[in-house]
């Protein structure tokens, strides 16, 4: 009896130039390799599937922040967030200082993708990336950002005021605030704000356009080698009820 060779993966054992005599072994060879085939065009139709996957679930706490953080000591219809190395990857690296401020107790904290928590690139990372993210979808939402700062400018430990006056510096950041583009037209006020020797920078922007909201509030600030950046923002009728309330949120952003 002559015996059959072996076929590729992808092609049939049965020749029609001649007459073969499958062996026991060659049958089973056959099935083994039709069933591979299957389980290789399975993962191929898969595979698509496992890439767009959803991502796992947060690690933010998604309750109000009122049932867990300790009333502020200046204004007891808030509570006080205060930022520690638990709580970023920054601040366990070193490259932001601890930051605070305020929220109304109904807020919730949210998950920060990981791709944009600088979790990936700390402690040298190179582009801006976002610590904390609170929000209330009735009365608007917080971030912090932070950004290298020689990416702003080459002198080591710069002071805000040594990287330029407000409007050169929301020129910079200013993406960050909408979260897409800026433009200087959004502008509608900047102040200078003193807090011990921390100086401040102050902004408020009326951005039709933004992915944020129609409305953002801004406050900006450099220690040591970075700038951080605090954005409350809200659209239209977030801001017609809570105008107030994330002012007096921007204003108690401090590092």
Known sequence: ???????????????TSRTTALTTTTLDQYRKQVILRRQILKGLVLSPLILIKAPPSSEAREIEVGSYLPPSPTDPSFVLFKASPKDTPALRAG????????????????????ILSGNYCQPKCAEPWVEVKFEDEKQGKVQVVASPLIRLTNKPNATIEEIGNPEKLIASLGPFVTGNSYDPDE??????????????YKYMLETPFALTGTHNLAKATAKGSTVVLFVASANDKQWQAS?????????????
């Open 243 to 255: 105008e107030k309330t994330l002012k007096a949120i921007l204003d108690s952003f401090q590092i």
């Open 95 to 114: 490259n932001v200082q601890p930051y605070q401020f305020i929220l109304p107790p109904s807020w919730k904290q949210t998950r920060v993708a990981n």
């Open 1 to 15: 009896m002559a015996t059959a060779s072996l076929t590729p993966i992808f092609s049939s054992p049965l020749k």
């Open 187 to 200: 502008l509608l006020e900047t102040r200078i704000e003193k807090l011990g020797d921390q100086t401040y």
